[in-house]
């Protein structure tokens, strides 16, 4: 049997991480472009692409995001659609992360009193011009704590990447518990990591909320 | 992810059977000069990751010898018991040999060749539990990978009254029981003699057979000509001694009487 000494568990798991804060990079930038155009798109207030962004929302929160991997690696693959896992994972996380995004951000953006875009409209501002002038500014505030909330989530959530093939955070820890039989250590330092990783997000949005907050 | 595999399995026979890609796998492979064998990471010493988190073991060295057979290149992709027959099924692999039993719900949806290495599943636990019989498993608690053969096997054979406790991988199976979560474990002779020699100061030890079931190489089906090429090598390599001595470095035994 092989002997990993502590030094090769960290390591291997730091390199292993390299893929769990790629994909969630991918998740983020993704997820956030998409779901900003779903919001935009919802915000023209068309009865039809309200609906279907609306079961757009409900198709991916309302199916686990492992299943969603699947599909998108296999299901696809069965349709006659080669795909290779980084195509799966990108396709799945940013659409999983763009339905959430672009529901919380909905939610931000219904807080806004309608008075506001009354007031706009009564200085004859366009539809972009209320949004960047009046009701986004303010949204923002709001959907920072929420976002980032998600954004931890989705973190913790590139874990199920294993499912396609990815050798991240969790599945390779899985494996070197497998070659080790020391599932406390492993774990631990795993958990350490993902610590490490979704901390620093949290207290940027703080201090975000802070900064934004300030110029009231 | 069985229910799921159940949801997708028509699913990929319909498209299967539409033939559009029957029997060319033997074919693609020769010209493109490289085989995709899917190959466990979490099962040593079948499959197990060294310090440089390159795999290794039993079913490694297979994979790369039907490689070698084949005058191909072997490309290994890692797999989990719960996704290893939808890479056959999707074509992301041309072969399993990852611990693959056959079954009769197995071979519904995939092909097998003949038997490449032994393996039984049985129960393990502390000597301080005595069980000699299935009826003695009444009101103990079990760990047991979900839908590995052990837990179809212990399935049928726990009287009313067992607590069977399921995990999603070998891993957690034996974290569960080593963290005394349950009494018992049901899993695979490798893992448990892995287990017990890395925890000596546990005494834990072999308590009934679940089931003798040598490993299979996994084809999709229809691929009659792979499975046949396969088949031919290891049939040779039976009589040439190839899988006895494999069997011997990483089984300590030889492979014996295989089932054809």
Not at chain 1, 105 to 131: H, N, T, Y
Not at chain 2, 171 to 200: D, E, I, K, W, Y
């Amino acid at each position: 049997m092989v002997d990993f000494t502590l030094w090769d568990i960290l390591r291997n798991l730091l390199l292993a991480a390299r893929w769990t804060i790629t994909l969630s990079i991918v998740a983020f930038v993704g997820g956030g472009l998409v779901g900003l155009a779903l919001l935009f798109a919802r915000l023209r207030g068309h009865a039809v692409g309200d609906r279907l962004i609306a079961a757009y929302v409900q198709v991916f929160q309302g199916t686990p995001l492992l299943m969603q991997l699947f599909l998108a690696y296999f299901g696809l693959a069965l349709l006659g659609m080669p795909t290779t896992p980084w195509i799966a994972a990108a396709l799945a996380l940013t659409l999983y992360t763009s339905a959430y995004l672009t529901e919380i951000w909905r939610g931000c953006v219904a807080s806004i009193p309608k008075g506001q875009w009354e007031a706009a409209d009564s200085l004859a501002m366009s539809f972009s011009e209320k949004l960047r002038h009046v009701v986004l500014p303010q949204a923002l505030k709001i959907s920072v704590p929420p976002t980032v909330g998600f954004l931890v989530q989705v973190v913790k959530g590139t874990a199920l990447a294993s499912v396609i093939g990815f050798i991240e955070l969790t599945k390779a820890a899985t494996m070197i518990t497998n070659a080790t039989f020391r599932p406390f250590t492993v774990y631990g330092m795993v958990a350490l990591l993902y610590f490490c990783l979704c901390f620093p997000i949290s207290w940027w949005s703080h201090r975000l909320e802070r900064k934004l907050h300030a110029g009231r | 992810m069985k229910p799921l595999f159940r949801l997708l399995a028509p699913l990929a026979l319909a498209v299967l059977a539409s033939g559009a890609h029957a029997q060319a796998v033997l074919d693609d492979v020769m010209a493109k000069k490289v085989i995709v064998i899917a190959i466990p990471t979490d099962f040593p010493p079948y499959g197990f990751v060294g310090t440089d988190m390159a795999p290794k073991g039993l079913d490694i060295d297979m994979a790369t010898y039907i490689g070698d057979k084949l005058g191909v290149k072997t490309e290994l992709v890692p797999v989990t018991s719960a996704n290893r027959i939808a890479y056959l099924q999707t074509k992301k692999a041309d072969l399993v040999i990852s611990t693959l039993g056959k079954n009769p719900e197995r071979e519904k949806v995939i092909d097998f060749t003949v038997a490449y290495s032994p393996f039984f599943q049985a129960i393990f636990g502390p000597k301080t539990i005595t069980v000699k019989t299935p009826a003695d498993l009444a009101g103990k608690s079990i760990a047991v990978t979900r839908g590995a053969i052990e837990d179809q096997e212990l399935t049928k054979i726990a009287p009313p009254g067992t607590e069977i406790k399921r995990f999603e991988d070998n891993n957690a199976t034996v974290s569960a029981f080593l963290a005394g979560q349950t009494q018992l474990m049901a899993t695979g002779a490798s893992v448990a003699g892995n287990m017990m020699a890395r925890n000596p100061n546990f005494d834990a030890e072999y308590k009934i057979l679940l089931k003798d079931s040598p490993n299979f190489i996994g084809v999709a089906k229809g691929e009659d000509k792979l499975r046949t090429k396969v088949n031919d090598i290891l049939v040779a390599g039976k009589k040439s001694g190839d899988l006895d001595k494999l069997s011997q470095k990483w089984l300590g035994r030889p492979a014996g009487d295989l089932p054809q």
